[in-house]
Every structure is written in structure tokens, then in C-alpha cells.
């Protein structure tokens, strides 16, 4: 798998098996991976061990939720990272179809 970065923001749910409620915590590979983490707002780096390349424009990356840190439940859900240029702008759940659009 490698080296990732983390995204963090507000769970839009609690965890369905316990019910915590905590930040959601979305695993992206895209910039300088390095466990780096990071808001809505933040921007990211670029070095040699960087995936991808800058880019400008919207556009949007596969995400991969963590588990629930209190009881262990891993959904099995994707999400896309929003990106503007290299700012993160937001997050949504992805469908079949969007998750069809990369090339894994």
C-alpha cells in the first residue's frame, strides 16, 4: 500500500457499530505522501516521493476511510478527495461509478 496522507474532518455520522463520534479520517495517495495531516483549507507539498503531480483546475482523488478507533468497525465505503489546484476544497462519498473513472 505505502505512504499516505490523512484528511481529516467531521464524521457525518457516528460509527454504525458503537456509535463513537469522532473525525472521519480519509487515506489519500496524492502529493507529498508522509502521513501528513490535514483540514478542509490545507494545502499540500510536492517532493520526490510525491504521487501524482500538480495539477490546476478542480478535480478530485480516491480516498479510503480509516476504522472506527474505538471498536474497530472498517467501513467498506470510498470517498474523493476535492482538490483546487493544490488546496483541498472537500470530500464526498464516491459511487461505482466514480470509483470506475481511475485507473488502479
Request: one cysteine or more.
Amino acid at each position: 500500500m505505502g505512504v499516505y496522507d490523512r484528511l481529516f474532518v467531521t464524521a457525518p455520522a457516528p460509527c454504525p457499530q458503537c456509535g463513537a463520534q469522532g473525525d472521519l479520517v480519509i487515506q489519500f495517495h496524492f502529493g507529498d505522501v508522509y502521513l501528513h495531516r490535514f483540514r478542509v483549507g490545507d494545502t499540500i507539498a510536492w517532493s520526490d516521493r510525491a504521487k501524482g503531480s500538480p495539477r490546476t483546475g478542480r478535480f478530485e482523488v480516491p480516498g479510503y476511510p480509516e476504522w472506527c478507533t474505538r471498536c474497530g468497525f472498517d467501513p467498506e465505503e470510498y470517498y474523493l478527495v476535492q482538490f483546487d489546484g493544490d488546496v483541498i476544497v472537500g470530500y464526498r462519498e464516491a459511487t461505482a461509478g466514480d470509483m470506475e473513472r481511475f485507473d488502479w
